[in-house]
């Protein structure tokens, strides 16, 4: 089974601090993807990386930041949190193969991390 | 832009069918997903299907797929109480390196 695991289930921050976010995934998996989930809202994508040390904008880029220097590992950055980004942030990875069932493109998720500045 | 709109809200009894609904925009799709988000947890995948089929049936759960209309269903069949979560439809953005673009989600409550 594809495993994708965040570091931490619940984090409570202060504005100002800068914030890591960890996503792991053991199945080797090319491309790895944040979202931030609010109610109302869906999920929307910040970030996504198709490569070790590759990354590309999502739809709502603006005060986050990402690192990938190896595959299993994606991990988004909150380089000055604030209250705004108080939220649930969800990590997600998909390969390029399709999978046994033949489809491709399936994401695999992360319980989730939820987040909360104060 | 794309687009995948959902439905916010819907509540049944136990034992009754659910169905919810998704519309989509992109026409080229391939796949079409399915994922169910339950509380304090990330989403799953549920089921999905192929742009080439109109229904599929895994158990409880009938996918119907209208591509003429762009709309996509998913029925649950006798819902239990375990049901209760969110369902995301999800379709791939052909336009956008296959990423999938996520509905904003609809929320089942089974009333016992």
């Known amino acids: 089974d594809v495993k994708v695991t965040q570091s931490s289930r619940y984090l409570v921050k202060r504005t100002g601090e800068k914030v890591f976010l960890e996503c792991v995934q053991d199945?080797?998996?090319?491309?790895m993807f944040w979202y931030r989930q609010d109610p109302g809202l869906g999920l929307r994508l910040i970030y996504f990386?198709?490569?070790?040390?590759?990354?590309e904008k999502g739809d709502i880029p603006e005060g986050y930041s990402v690192s990938r220097e190896k595959k299993e590992r994606f991990s988004l950055i909150l380089e000055s949190a604030s209250t705004n980004q108080t939220s649930m942030y969800l990590c997600?990875?998909?390969?390029?193969?399709?999978?046994?069932?033949?489809?491709?493109?399936?994401?695999?998720f992360g319980a989730g991390t939820r987040l909360s500045v104060l | 832009g794309e687009d995948v709109e959902q439905s916010l809200f819907l509540s049944v009894r136990e034992g009754d069918s659910s169905v919810i609904n998704c519309t989509y925009t992109?026409?080229?799709?391939?796949?079409l997903y399915w994922y169910k988000q339950e509380p304090g947890a990330g989403l799953q995948l549920l089921t999905y299907?192929?742009?080439?089929?109109d229904m599929k049936q895994d158990q409880r759960l009938t996918v119907l797929l209208n591509k003429k209309d762009k709309h996509l269903s998913l029925r649950i069949a006798d819902t239990q109480t375990g049901d209760s979560a969110i369902y995301f439809c999800?379709?791939?953005?052909?336009?956008?390196?296959?990423?999938?673009?996520f509905g904003g989600g609809t929320r089942l409550m089974v009333k016992p």
């Open positions: 997600a990875s998909t390969s390029l193969a399709s999978g046994s069932s033949g489809a491709k493109n399936i994401q695999y």
């Open positions: 199945m080797d998996h090319e491309n």
């Open positions: 990386s198709y490569d070790v040390k590759m990354k």
């Open positions: 992109d026409s080229s799709s391939t796949y």
């Open positions: 299907i192929f742009s080439n089929m």
């Open positions: 999800a379709e791939v953005n052909n336009n956008a390196g296959n990423m999938l673009t």
